[in-house]
């Protein structure tokens, strides 16, 4: 270590007598109360100028040396062995649940929406714009599928390809993305701040090839860095909106474990499963070596004692006949049988509970854990009556929505935002608006939500319009819009409505049965003039499409 400009230092003095200037430490003299940086700043600032009041690095007992503050892939299979880490997704126990997982997520239904995008014309204008333009994207559910992967790796991103496109309906030059490439999560390096300002949280890079040294210049300027992983690219600010970055799980590490310090980036099931996976590779082992040695049984070849080239001879029609487990024997010459074979079966009481060791224990842990349950992963008996699996599958679906959700947030910052920005000169106010994507996680719900709606209003429970039209997702008429009504409910309505206006005209109130206020609708008779089954002729000014609109 460096000695101090000032002298040796000794209770925070130096030689000289002078106090040493800590390098995480504030100067301040003493008695003087610390306040808020921004409260020295004329203009108005955020707490703290926006900065965390801790480096999150300097949190843990330790910090490994890095050449670009650059944190460790915190990934357990990833620190413990690189091509387990690889191999462990080529194992269809995993990569079954896992694209499953996916494919409950990727494709569902997806729409942008606003805040009083109903009311607020400007903001419909830009959600329908910016819709068109994310629909353009080539291969968009390949896209939200690439970006699930974070859901293994813990982190995920996309490379976007911006480009001009004028839309043949306005003639408008739009920036949107024509192509797009996935990168990997363990290509991906997020630096650190330690405090001393040089580096900033929000810088992302990427690993490239160890065939670059700091300095050398690719794709025409960009100037690569070494870091512990070899060397990588840094993106500069303007660059960013280019690369979508998906986070799966964000969560701090250990204090006593330095290098688990980048879980604040991401971690994926690939980390919680690893140990339980290798676990379940030695078994998997033991199992093949059990049925190798034993799971044909052992053949005895018996020859004389003593008799050197009949041993040879006994190992030669071992090799040919049994090739594996058999032991060559030497047995008493002077005894009535000198040659001869014995075979004793396989015990498979071992080899059938490492089986059920490796399918049921380890196999189903991991089944569990990536889909919550298991009978969407292999047939299993419920019960008659049983409510097991409406149970797995609501576990699945309470997965499905967390996946979702994670994922709408990541493509409202990461995708629609930046579409936005660059083409917020073709809306009104449109830096003003927040759009968010949104996934339909309820839409594959709407259906029994509907009829549980219907039942409830047959027993005379009240309900809200709003909530019927959300579950079948249909707008609130507007004054202009043309209108779809259930003639049978409009007949019913303007019957109710003449009673009322005849017993208003006589000053008194309507007083009778249902029959007496609807006719021979309230009991489903038909009308006078009508043939049996056939209800009320529809209102003459009123203008069907396809017939009544049922429930």
């Known amino acids: 270590m460096a000695a101090h400009p000032n002298g040796a230092a000794s209770n925070g ?19 003087e109360l610390a306040q808020d940086p921004a409260a020295s700043v004329r203009a108005v600032s955020p707490p703290n100028l926006g900065r965390d009041f801790i480096p999150h690095v300097i949190t843990f ?6 050449v670009s503050n650059v944190y460790r892939n915190p990934d357990e299979a990833y620190k413990d062995n690189v091509l387990n880490a690889r191999i462990m997704r ?4 995993v990569e079954e649940c896992l694209e499953g997982r996916k494919l409950a997520t990727a494709l569902l239904n997806w729409h942008l929406d606003a805040e009083n995008k109903e009311d607020d014309p400007d903001a419909k204008a830009l959600v329908d714009g910016l819709t068109a333009i994310v629909t353009k994207i080539p291969r968009f559910t390949m896209y939200r599928f690439a970006m699930l992967d974070a859901i293994w790796a813990g982190r995920q991103a996309a490379q976007h390809k911006f480009a001009f496109r004028r839309d043949p309906i306005t003639h408008q030059q739009q920036t949107i993305i024509n192509a797009w490439k996935p990168i990997h999560g363990d290509k991906l390096a997020f630096r650190y701040d330690d405090g001393t300002g040089k580096y900033s949280d929000d810088d992302i890079g990427i690993r490239i090839g160890p065939t670059f040294y700091t300095g050398d210049i690719v794709g025409g300027d960009r100037r690569i860095e070494i870091t512990d992983y070899g060397p990588a690219y840094f993106l500069e600010d303007w660059e960013r909106s280019m690369l979508a970055v998906h986070r799966h799980i964000i969560e701090d590490g250990w204090y006593e474990d330095p290098l688990s310090a980048g879980r604040i980036h991401g971690v994926g099931i690939r980390d919680r499963i690893y140990w339980t996976w290798l676990q379940m590779q030695e078994a998997l082992a033991q199992l093949m070596e059990a049925v190798e040695r034993t799971g044909n049984g052992t053949f005895i070849y018996w020859y004389p004692d003593g008799n050197a080239e009949a041993q ?4 030669a029609v071992a090799g040919e006949q049994a090739h594996t487990n058999y032991i060559i024997m030497p047995r008493d010459p002077t005894g ?7 075979y004793f079966p396989a015990n498979t009481a071992g080899i059938e509970a490492l089986r059920t060791i490796i399918h049921e224990y380890f196999g189903h842990q991991i089944k569990r854990y990536i889909l919550g349950q298991t009978l969407t992963s292999e047939a299993q008996a419920t019960g008659l009556g049983s409510n097991v699996a409406d149970m797995h599958h609501e576990s699945l679906m309470r997965i499905r929505d967390f996946d979702a959700i994670n994922l709408e947030e990541t493509l409202t910052a990461e995708l629609v935002g930046p579409l936005k920005h660059y083409n917020a000169h073709l809306y009104r106010r449109a830096r003003d608006i ?13 259906d029994k939500k509907l009829d549980a709606a219907f039942k409830a209003f047959e027993m005379g429970l009240e309900i809200k319009d709003s909530d019927i039209r959300s579950l079948t997702g249909l707008s609130e008429p507007g004054p202009d819009d043309k209108i779809l009504v259930n003639p049978q409910i409009q007949q019913q309505e303007r019957l109710s409505q003449q009673q009322q206006m005849q017993a208003a005209a006589a000053g008194q109130a309507p007083e009778g049965s249902p029959e007496d206020l609807f006719g021979p609708l309230a009991s489903g008779a038909p009308s006078e003039g009508a043939e049996p089954g056939e209800g009320p002729p529809p209102a003459e000014e009123s203008e069907l499409i396809g017939g009544a609109i049922a429930k």
């Open 13 to 31: 003095q130096a030689a000289n007598g002078q106090p040493i200037r800590r390098r995480y430490g504030r100067d301040r003299k003493p008695g």
């Open 434 to 446: 927040d759009v968010r994507f949104k996934i339909d996680t309820d839409s594959a719900e709407s």
């Open 312 to 315: 040879k001879r006994a190992e």
């Open 336 to 342: 009535a049988e000198t040659y001869g074979v014995d």
């Open 61 to 66: 007992q330790g910090r490994l040396s890095t």
């Open 90 to 93: 080529k194992s269809l126990v």
